[in-house]
């Protein structure tokens, strides 16, 4: 079959690789009818993460038609169309039992990105994502074998196609996580670091929930005006801002947002020392968002972390954090647990995630779409790719 390799830093490639099959009784074989480059793809296509070997398959955002399934699969059958989680969760451990999905103490081999373990296991496994998550084969190929398959695969009815759908792999429960974990509510205030994908889902999560001010903080011009456009979002241009957070202090009255999601990540841009340190890998990640986050937020209000952060953090100022009463929320998706309710959202129409997407291309282009998202060329938001 065909798949988006790893070969090393920047350079991705669709190569002929090895057809996947069945392993165990509780997994299915899909073909993939459509995937996407997620936004922390690129820290992979930029060589930031450890664990990534050169052969390894990218992707994590995925959908298609089973094709196969193994004898243990008790509600999913051959010509089944299912969106994918992005984490693979048995369902039957502590963390899986308590709804932490993204917990899974059962499925990841690798030993995670946790410094200080202790000896604690990993969290769940995830596609495509190194092999600190268990070196799993991702979804930008033609075919996938998908672990767990009576854990979390979601059967989509006929009349969604695939687009409006597929961002329930990803992107759309992680907007929408980070909006319950802030704790958005009708006349909420809330800032936004970050108009990427994450952002963008966010922004359309808080607006359903019925928040009155959103404020979006980004540097490129056609993402702030995507999101003007879209969520009726104040936005700020931190490149002509020089401290957005005093900014957004200075329209909330002199207290700041109720609630800040940090949907940027361990790669913000902003604090050339920053990046000169996690360069020479002296830190683990760029605390230029999160300390916008606590600056903007008001007291006693919460600080909703999406983004992938990993290490120790320079400058992460958690005195001012415990002067202000914050509560941070953070972690990976539990994507199982919001797919049901989120997929409804979508048949009714109150969500459109696909009018995120703003080009499509074919699988045997995916190093070019790798390229566009990287770089922002041609205004570039979303690629989704078809095998």
């Known amino acids: 079959m065909q798949a988006l390799v790893w070969h090393g830093k920047n350079d991705v490639r669709v190569d002929h690789v090895q057809d996947p099959i069945l392993q165990h009784d509780d997994d299915i074989l899909i073909r993939v009818t459509a995937t996407a480059i ?41 010509g089944d169309r299912v969106v994918v989680p992005f984490t693979i969760s048995c369902g039957d451990c502590f963390f899986c039992d308590h709804d932490l999905y993204a917990a899974c103490e059962t499925t990841n081999p690798g030993r995670g990105a946790i410094m200080n373990a202790k000896g604690v296991k990993s969290g769940a496994g995830m596609f495509g994502y190194t092999h600190l998550y268990g070196g799993y084969e991702g979804g930008q190929a033609e075919y996938v074998r998908v672990p767990k398959a009576n854990t979390g695969p979601i059967r989509i009815p006929d009349g969604l196609d695939d687009e409006r759908v597929l961002f329930l792999s ?4 992680t907007g929408y996580q980070a909006v319950l974990n802030a704790e958005v509510r009708p006349g909420s205030t809330v800032a936004i670091f970050g108009a990427g994908p994450v952002g963008c889902m966010a922004a359309a999560c808080a607006r359903l929930q019925g928040a009155a001010r ?11 005006q995507y999101v003007r456009q879209h969520y009726d979002a104040e936005t700020i241009d931190f490149d002509q801002v020089d401290d957005p957070a005093e900014w957004i202090i200075e329209q909330t009255g002199g207290r700041g947002v109720d609630a800040s999601i940090e949907a940027v990540g361990f790669e913000a841009k902003g604090s050339a020392i920053e990046t000169a340190l996690t360069t020479m ?14 600056a903007a937020t008001r007291r006693g209000g919460t600080v909703s972390v999406a983004g992938v952060y990993a290490g120790f953090i320079h400058g992460f100022l958690f005195g001012d954090a415990f002067e202000k009463g914050l509560t941070f929320r953070m972690g ?18 109150r969500l459109q995630p696909e009018e995120l997407i703003s080009h499509r291309l074919p699988l045997a282009e995916a190093a070019r779409g790798y390229a566009m998202f990287d770089e922002k060329i041609d205004q570039c938001r979303k690629v989704v790719l078809r095998p």
């Open 214 to 224: 959103i404020f979006v903080v980004d540097h490129h011009a056609f993402r702030l």
């Open 38 to 78: 997620c936004g922390s793809d690129l820290h992979l296509y930029r060589g930031k993460v450890p664990g990534l070997e050169s052969g390894d398959i990218l992707g994590h955002e995925f959908m298609g038609v089973i094709e196969d399934a193994g004898a243990g699969v008790t509600d999913l059958r051959r």
């Open 332 to 349: 990976q998706t539990h994507v199982q647990k919001y797919l049901p309710e989120l997929l409804a959202l979508v048949a009714e129409g």
């Open 170 to 173: 990803d992107i759309l429960p």
């Open 281 to 294: 890998k002296l830190e683990g990640s760029s605390g230029v968002a999160l300390r916008q986050a606590i």
